[in-house]
């Protein structure tokens, strides 16, 4: 039997171990994509306790910040609101965690929880309930006295050389403004454009977020040019505090191209309060995202799509929690001719921009990897990316399942590799984890006889997934 979580773990071939241990572990991080907040980088925060930087809680304004992986572990082992997001008291919330925990095998989050115990406390022995008291204490003692524990010590001590961060094109930016005078810093924060609200005309808020819109850019908006102008106009504010990234979070990929004209007709519609159909809705949508991808190309930003998940299906609790609060799932899309479409009328003029798409359906990643092929082109390799395995999808499995179709029908050499979509600063293991499931995975391919054992080969195969084509592919 295997010692739990040795250096060796989830390595099972000595080919796999060769990979890891002396090409991928000891590369720096590129997180492209997360939702860690820059305020906390630059006030160094220091945590009290581990329950404030795993299961988080309510922020100022009456959002939540935590890990909702971790909030949907506990809730499936019947653990009260109160103890989850709730106002109990963080020692109570952290046993309750410990207790789910337990329960977790087969779960990612088992070991990315101790993965990270492990990495940043030392403690070697797997958190269960009779444990909890000790590693609180312990942790807790080291959030508080560690200087390699404050925010900017855990990005350092991570070997983190990148942060993407996500953030709204209204957003004044002035926390990335003030990290980029600091000489010593070590690494980059920069902000990544995520215009969802002025996109999604046929949700709640969207109005109010046009007007909001149009005071950040100094003018009444009256137009869906009007709309496109104004975005494109907080791109270059963006690109000025060193933007790499946008990022769309799509329920899927429309295409319903239409003259501006009817574009504008809908937004006025829109505007007044009138119910649009789905099909305006489409052709407002494509509009304003065929003007952002063309400013993408000009710009040299990414665009990345995240889609196929179905959000806040607990209406009850959406009512008392709000977004972002673990009550989404997998959904299904048939939205393939579509992207293609879109993908083509970029193409036809050659303003599409470098795109990762991501799913939340792995049976969307054939599809999409063969999509992709269609409009690759000699701007970089792998111009077109099939974005790692996302959210439901960030288990073993999933990432197996990513990388096969890639290699099956792309080439997985050009893959940009991990990101952590996280809110917590202690998931850069999970850079750790997808290194070592991508080296089995490989290594297991060459012991099989499938790929030559040319060590030349391999160290540029994976250098470049673990770290070397993401620098390259963002321009880092």
């Given at each position: 039997?295997?010692?739990?979580?040795?250096?060796?773990?989830?390595?099972?071939?000595?080919?796999?171990?060769?990979?890891?241990?002396?090409?991928?572990?000891?590369?720096?991080?590129?997180?492209?994509?997360c939702?860690?907040?820059?305020?906390?980088?630059?006030?160094?925060?220091?945590?009290?306790?581990?329950?404030?930087?795993?299961?988080?809680?309510?922020?100022?304004?009456?959002?939540?910040?935590?890990?909702?992986?971790k909030?949907?572990?506990?809730?499936?082992?019947?653990?009260?609101?109160?103890?989850?997001?709730?106002?109990?008291?963080?020692?109570?919330?952290?046993?309750?965690?410990?207790?789910?925990?337990?329960?977790?095998?087969?779960?990612?989050?088992?070991?990315?929880?101790?993965?990270?115990?492990?990495?940043?406390?030392?403690?070697?022995?797997?958190l269960?309930?009779?444990?909890?008291?000790?590693?609180?204490?312990?942790?807790?003692?080291?959030?508080?006295?560690?200087?390699?524990?404050?925010?900017?010590?855990?990005?350092?001590?991570?070997?983190?050389?990148?942060?993407?961060?996500?953030d709204?094109?209204?957003d004044?930016?002035?926390?990335?403004?003030?990290?980029?005078?600091?000489?010593?810093?070590?690494?980059?924060?920069?902000?990544?454009?995520?215009?969802?609200?002025?996109?999604n005309?046929?949700?709640?808020?969207?109005?109010?977020?046009?007007?909001?819109?149009?005071?950040?850019?100094?003018?009444?908006?009256?137009?869906?040019?009007?709309?496109?102008?104004?975005?494109?106009?907080?791109?270059?504010?963006?690109?000025a505090?060193?933007?790499?990234?946008?990022?769309?979070?799509?329920?899927?990929?429309?295409?319903?191209?239409c003259?501006?004209?009817?574009?504008?007709?809908?937004?006025?519609?829109?505007?007044?309060?009138?119910?649009?159909?789905?099909?305006?809705?489409?052709?407002?949508?494509?509009?304003?995202?065929?003007?952002?991808?063309?400013?993408?190309?000009?710009?040299?930003?990414?665009?990345e799509?995240?889609?196929?998940?179905?959000?806040?299906?607990?209406?009850?609790?959406?009512?008392?929690?709000?977004?972002?609060?673990g009550?989404?799932?997998?959904?299904?899309?048939?939205?393939?001719?579509?992207?293609?479409?879109?993908?083509?009328?970029?193409?036809?003029?050659?303003?599409l921009?470098?795109?990762?798409?991501?799913?939340?359906?792995?049976?969307?990643?054939?599809?999409?990897?063969?999509?992709?092929?269609?409009?690759?082109?000699?701007?970089?390799?792998?111009?077109?990316?099939?974005?790692?395995?996302?959210?439901?999808?960030?288990?073993?499995?999933?990432?197996?399942?990513?990388?096969?179709?890639?290699?099956?029908?792309?080439?997985?050499?050009?893959?940009?590799?991990?990101l952590?979509?996280?809110r917590?600063?202690?998931?850069?293991?999970?850079?750790?984890?997808?290194?070592?499931?991508?080296?089995?995975?490989?290594?297991?391919?060459?012991?099989?006889?499938?790929?030559?054992?040319?060590?030349?080969?391999?160290?540029?195969?994976?250098?470049?997934?673990?770290?070397?084509?993401?620098?390259?592919y963002?321009?880092?």
């Open positions: 039997m295997k010692a739990f979580m040795d250096q060796d773990f989830m390595l099972r071939t000595e080919t796999a171990k060769h990979l890891f241990h002396d090409y991928a572990e000891q590369l720096p991080i590129i997180d492209y994509h939702h860690i907040p820059p305020r906390e980088i630059y006030e160094d925060r220091r945590y009290n306790n581990i329950a404030e930087v795993w299961l988080g809680g309510r922020s100022e304004d009456g959002s939540y910040f935590g890990d909702h992986y909030w949907r572990v506990m809730r499936s082992n019947g653990v009260p609101e109160e103890k989850v997001t709730g106002g109990a008291d963080p020692y109570e919330k952290f046993v309750e965690f410990a207790k789910a925990l337990e329960m977790a095998i087969g779960n990612p989050m088992y070991h990315w929880s101790n993965l990270e115990l492990h990495k940043y406390f030392g403690i070697t022995e797997p269960t309930a009779d444990n909890a008291k000790e590693i609180w204490d312990k942790t807790s003692d080291m959030l508080q006295h560690d200087p390699n524990l404050t925010v900017r010590g855990i990005i350092r001590q991570s070997n983190v050389k990148y942060v993407g961060t996500t709204d094109p209204i004044s930016l002035e926390w990335h403004e003030k990290l980029a005078q600091i000489p010593d810093l070590g690494f980059m924060v920069c902000p990544s454009y995520r215009p969802d609200k002025a996109v005309i046929n949700k709640a808020g969207w109005k109010e977020y046009i007007e909001a819109l149009g005071k950040c850019v100094g003018r009444v908006l009256v137009s869906a040019q009007d709309v496109c102008d104004a975005l494109n106009e907080r791109i270059d504010f963006f690109k505090h060193g933007c790499k990234a946008s990022d769309h979070g799509l329920d899927y990929i429309m295409f319903r191209p003259p501006i004209e009817e574009a504008n007709a809908i937004f006025t519609k829109a505007m007044a309060g009138q119910e649009i159909t789905t099909e305006e809705a489409e052709k407002f949508q494509t509009t304003v995202l065929l003007s952002l991808a063309r400013k993408y190309h000009k710009e040299n930003i990414v665009m799509i995240h889609y196929s998940c179905t959000r806040n299906n607990n209406a009850r609790m959406f009512r008392l929690e709000g977004p972002d609060t009550f989404d799932m997998i959904a299904k899309s048939t939205c393939y001719n579509q992207m293609a479409e879109f993908f083509s009328c970029l193409d036809e003029t050659n303003e921009p470098k795109t990762i798409v991501f799913s939340l359906d792995a049976s969307d990643f054939n599809q999409i990897t063969t999509c992709l092929g269609c409009f690759q082109s000699d701007e970089v390799p792998g111009k077109m990316q099939l974005g790692a395995a996302w959210w439901f999808l960030d288990t073993r499995d999933g990432m197996e399942a990513q990388m096969r179709s890639l290699g099956n029908l792309g080439l997985l050499g050009n893959f940009v590799g991990m952590t979509d996280s917590s600063f202690l998931s850069y293991t999970r850079h750790d984890y997808f290194r070592r499931i991508a080296c089995d995975l490989i290594g297991q391919w060459v012991e099989d006889g499938e790929y030559p054992n040319i060590e030349s080969s391999l160290k540029k195969i994976i250098e470049g997934i673990s770290y070397y084509n993401a620098e390259r963002f321009g880092i």
